[in-house]
């Protein structure tokens, strides 16, 4: 795994390596990159299988970090290739190329992130979502309460609870003020 | 509600069907559900208590509670010993059960189903989903009351109710039934411009028949 971190340093410019458990690590790359180092790692270094691409919404960076998820059968190890791309326009070459699959997962990130993928197949269908007209819903400034107050009809009276506090006073409330803490009488 | 208001719906505009090409739109029915009128008393009376002792359930399993009708069915609580059976088509099924959240995709399933049954129907809505959105309450694509899409005779609150409130819950409806209480058809076919409107409104892509005979 080292050999191959090694070479990821010197061929490819990885701005930073995070290591969070011995199968488990994360390197970040150009967003121009990818194609030649995703090629790498697959047919050279055997991370053959591609688990998932993932999104997640950086709003106060203004970026959407993607996950390419990977992992090698022979040394049992996970490694995501995270790539920062412009929030604004969102757009990401397409991997289907490489593993037949991603273009479901393109797919499904183009309906719920907006994030295009020139090229990908059927990257324009909807995914999970019939007529929907609105914004990418899992994009952080889409505000899901107030579309749902706005379209479908609340019903008037409900209240919440902190479940912890509400569970002191109704429930455990001797419980709660005996020195034991461990659970006894249960 | 006599003979003479039943007519006037009968004459009423027929459906439009926008949601069909030109072509399909002559292979569907365009006529309007019309409220039944009950029998003589007496014939009502018995013809309740026959549904209510044979009520057959559509095996449609929305949302997470249709998971609760898994033990329902087999010998732990044996709903046959109510006379409640499952049938695997909307045409032979009497009781649909709403098992929890509906999203948008699952709603107009749920409508379309609803209205192939063929009546007397009746809607047992399963958990805090079905009234108020549950855990729900503030997704983009889940609905939070169903009884504006379609009527319901039966809520079971509960997340998940178990078997046992799903039993009680038929317990009541058969009570319900038998006392003549459960006229969801009829009120669905009075007020069907508002229940078409309330669906209408959130599902965008309408390309079915307005009312699915």
């Known amino acids: 795994m080292e050999e191959i971190l090694r070479t990821l340093e010197q061929q490819f410019a990885i701005t930073h390596q995070n290591k969070m458990r011995d199968d488990l690590l994360f390197v970040d790359v150009k967003k121009d990159q990818i194609i030649s180092l995703l090629t790498y790692l697959k047919d050279y270094a055997g991370f053959t299988h591609l688990a998932f691409l993932q999104a997640v919404d950086r709003i106060e960076d203004k970026k959407f970090q993607l996950t390419y998820m990977l992992y090698s059968f022979q040394l049992k190890t996970n490694l995501g290739i995270r790539v920062f791309i412009d929030r604004e326009k969102a757009e990401m070459i397409s991997i289907d190329k490489l593993w037949a699959h991603a273009w479901q997962y393109q797919r499904e990130l183009k309906e719920m992130f907006g994030i295009d993928f020139p090229g990908s197949p059927r990257v324009d269908e909807s995914f999970v979502l019939e007529s929907w007209e609105e914004m990418p819903p899992m994009k952080r400034d889409f505000d899901t309460l107030e579309y749902s107050i706005k379209t479908y009809y609340q019903r008037p009276g409900r209240s919440t609870n902190d479940p912890k506090k509400y569970m002191k006073k109704k429930l455990y409330n001797n419980f709660a003020k005996s020195p034991d803490t461990g659970r006894k009488n249960d | ?213």
């Open chain 2, 1 to 213: 509600m006599d003979k003479k208001d039943m007519k006037n719906i009968e004459k009423e505009m027929k459906l439009a069907n926008e949601g069909l090409s030109e072509k399909e739109r002559t292979l569907f029915s365009d006529a309007r559900p019309t409220p039944v009128r009950p029998l003589n008393k007496y014939v009502e009376k018995f013809l309740n208590w026959a549904r209510a002792e044979s009520l057959w359930i559509l095996g449609y399993g929305t949302g997470c509670g249709a998971i609760e009708l898994r033990p329902l069915m087999t010998s732990r609580y044996d709903m046959f010993r109510y006379g409640i059976a499952p049938r695997p088509s909307p045409r032979q099924s009497s009781v649909f059960i709403i098992g929890g959240y509906a999203s948008l995709k699952t709603i107009k399933r749920i409508v379309r189903s609803y209205e192939q049954m063929q009546g007397p129907k009746f809607v047992i809505a399963l958990g805090s989903c079905t009234i108020n959105g549950g855990m729900y309450y503030d997704s983009y694509y889940t609905i939070n009351r169903i009884n504006y899409y379609i009527p319901v005779d039966i809520y079971v609150a509960g997340c998940m109710p178990r078997p046992e409130s799903l039993i009680a819950g038929f317990n009541k409806l058969k009570e319900n039934i038998k006392a003549g209480k459960c006229d969801g058809m009829n009120k669905y076919a009075k007020n069907f411009d508002w229940y078409k409107a309330n669906q209408k409104k959130i599902i965008k892509d309408w390309n079915m028949p307005d009312y699915n005979w």
